[in-house]
């Protein structure tokens, strides 16, 4: 499978069979989001950052309830947190989507707010790949970030919905979350995309890989 990185909290993921998910599509936030199509869209809470659906070419598909979906061979599953600490009290609820993609589990988690439980925890295993957000102020910040990191496991790491050149969004930037590991586990390749395959997993150590932003 392949991951494409257009900024902010969106992805494109797209499995060996074509499927192509696009993940929190963003709007107004300083910088433009690249032309894509895709054959389904999700959409983690209804902030202008995340929800900009008409965007993306392709009649996508539309997943933004909870519930466990099914395309082109993809396993969707989009499960309730909150957008705080508060049980959604301050800025609501959020969904965390799931794929199982070419054999591997991958975890979106939007703009995930709460705390880390046990409870949660649970739900979302197992993890080959996380996409989490670390620039704190409206999500998790770095070092409940790494707390996550720490009870999943997954054998990798995507930190997303941190400060980059252009981002009107007052967030923390990348470094505060990679500064909490060796630096042995952290690489910074530049490129927008990766290709992972099943083979490459490593059930026994954790790799922070910061995407370069596609403009």
Do not use: W
Request: charge should be negative; charged fraction near 30%; aromatic fraction near 8%.
């Amino acid at each position: 499978m392949k991951i494409r990185y257009l900024g902010h909290s969106c992805f494109v993921l797209t499995e060996s069979t074509g499927t192509t998910i696009v993940t929190d599509p963003y709007g107004a936030v300083g910088f433009r989001l690249p032309d894509v199509a895709a054959d389904a869209v999700t959409v983690s809470h209804g902030h202008y950052d995340h929800n900009n659906v008409a965007a993306v070419r392709g009649r996508p598909v539309v997943f933004n309830k909870e519930g466990t979906y099914e395309l082109g061979g993809v396993e969707v599953t989009a499960i309730k947190s909150y957008h705080d600490d508060e049980r959604g009290k301050a800025r609501g609820n959020n969904l965390i989507f799931k794929f199982r993609m070419d054999g591997l589990e991958i975890c979106h988690m939007g703009d995930l707010g709460e705390e880390c439980s046990s409870a949660l925890i649970e739900t979302l295993l197992p993890v080959h790949v996380l996409l989490i957000p670390v620039g704190g102020h409206y999500t998790i910040d770095a070092e409940q970030a790494k707390e996550y990191v720490d009870r999943i496991m997954p054998a990798i790491v995507i930190p997303m919905h941190y400060k980059t050149k252009g981002l009107n969004i007052d967030v923390d930037k990348v470094d505060e979350f990679t500064d909490l590991f060796d630096s042995e586990e952290v690489e910074e390749p530049e490129a927008s995309e990766i290709e992972l395959f099943r083979d490459d997993i490593s059930e026994d150590s954790t790799k922070i890989i910061v995407m370069e932003r596609e403009k």
